[in-house]
């Protein structure tokens, strides 16, 4: 039998079963496999090596990582309870007049849904609702930014038109530069009425069996350089208004579909006898049920004229 | 280096290029988007600056700390390339037609040119074809690893031979081969 056949068999060759040429040729082969075992052995050392440093290098890189986080999370949490100290609260005199609820929750530590209340230069609250652009750290930096901004022009204005129009004129190569735009609700609430403008944004109006949304056929602050347009309701003893951004009404169920305005605005309207945090508090228990998970910042801000 | 000769003269051809990079993803060297950009800018047929490769085997030597095992094993997986996917086959029957390829420098000729004195050549020196011992003697500007490499897995790529071994440890230029 031939070594190819003995090797192909497995069988082991007895004495003389193998000629001197087969035995030369077994010789090669096994140094050839030696030589190939010590060229692996080396291969494989210098992989294993590689790996070793590797697993070092990333490990390296976790705790820098980790501590880069940290770093990064507690700056978050400072600005996080800086954007929570921007809020407005409801100052005793507003209480007298106004019955105010409101939800706001960032998506992230911080965020681009921003509401508060003013007074204006004529001594009337202003209230506005404003969704920016984006989440996280640089929406919330825009927000501080409007903020200022609205507090310098409402010690001059009182028309909600104007004020809007100072903003975006002032903000707008701002706005562009960072590639950044807002939704505005902004009104004035009167002795007897309510002044509005809506660039974006979502606004209803419960005056009693009569509904109204807010006209919107303004552009977002910042996006052009356009004139808004102010609207006018009566807003009386009893009366009801709610503003809100889109974080509610386009939240998903798990079918994917919209949570809507029209659902939320029913909701509203058919609880608005109800104290506004009782209506707040429905709301969000109906919103809660529906979502499957929250998908943007939210704010739902609901006003009620006391007598 | 010679006087006036850039090394920006020297030009490494498309193919070899490619299958270096290709053996170092085989190898798993190289991966995800590193080993697409290395691939991607190569054409086969083009000629490309010498500084091309070297940056390729920066890849490893930075990569490793012992690195003479991993590219003596890339110039392999080289050759095997070569053997199996590109011409290899029509140019060489046995291990040793691979060690008469390189008679007169003929096979490194035909994937580097520029001036001479950069080139260097790859030359078959001497060779006992029955005796199973061959030198070649290298003044290429390639890694003497990789080149190792290349000879083992040249001559080993037709499966005819037993064993081979090439050793220059003791100058690196020179390498001597056993073969059976």
Known sequence: MSLERFL????????????QEDLAKLFRKYRGLQKKHERDQAFWSATNENLRIAYEKLDEKERELAGTYAIIRDDLAVASRIQEALLPQVSEKMAAELEVAVYH????????????????CSGNYALGVFDISGHGVSAALVMTYLKAQFMTVLEQHDSPRVIVDWINNVSYEFLKTVKK????????????????????????LVSGSYNTTFEKRDSFLGLRRRAFHEYELPFREGDLLALYTDGIPEAQNEQG?????????????????RPVREILDHCLADYMGFRSKDSDDITL??????A | MARGKKTSDLKVFGATLQGFAQACI?????????????????EITGWYAFEKLREIEGVVLQAYENSAPILERVGMEMMLGWYNFGPGKEIIKRGVDFLH????????????KGPEELVGSFNLEFLDDKGGRARIISTTPFNKDLERGVIIGGMSAPGDLDFVDVKNDEDPQVFQIEFA
Not at chain 1, 107 to 113: A, I, K, N, S
């Open chain 1, 8 to 19: 192909e068999s497995g069988g082991v060759p007895g004495k003389g079963d193998l000629t």
């Open chain 1, 105 to 120: 929750k960032q998506l992230t530590e911080v965020g681009g849904d921003y509401y508060d209340f003013f007074s204006t």
């Open chain 1, 181 to 204: 735009y807002a939704t505005v609700n902004f009104v004035v609430v009167d002795p007897e009425a309510l002044r509005y403008v809506s660039g974006g944004g979502f606004g209803l």
């Open chain 1, 257 to 273: 579909e919209d949570y809507s305005v029209r659902r939320l605005n029913e909701l509203i309207i058919s609880n608005a006898k």
């Open chain 1, 301 to 306: 801000l609901i006003v009620r004229k006391k």
């Open chain 2, 26 to 42: 085989n190898l798993n060297i190289v991966a995800g988007a590193k080993a697409e950009n290395l691939l991607g800018e190569i």
């Open chain 2, 101 to 112: 390829f390189q008679t007169g420098s003929q096979g490194y000729a035909s994937v580097v």
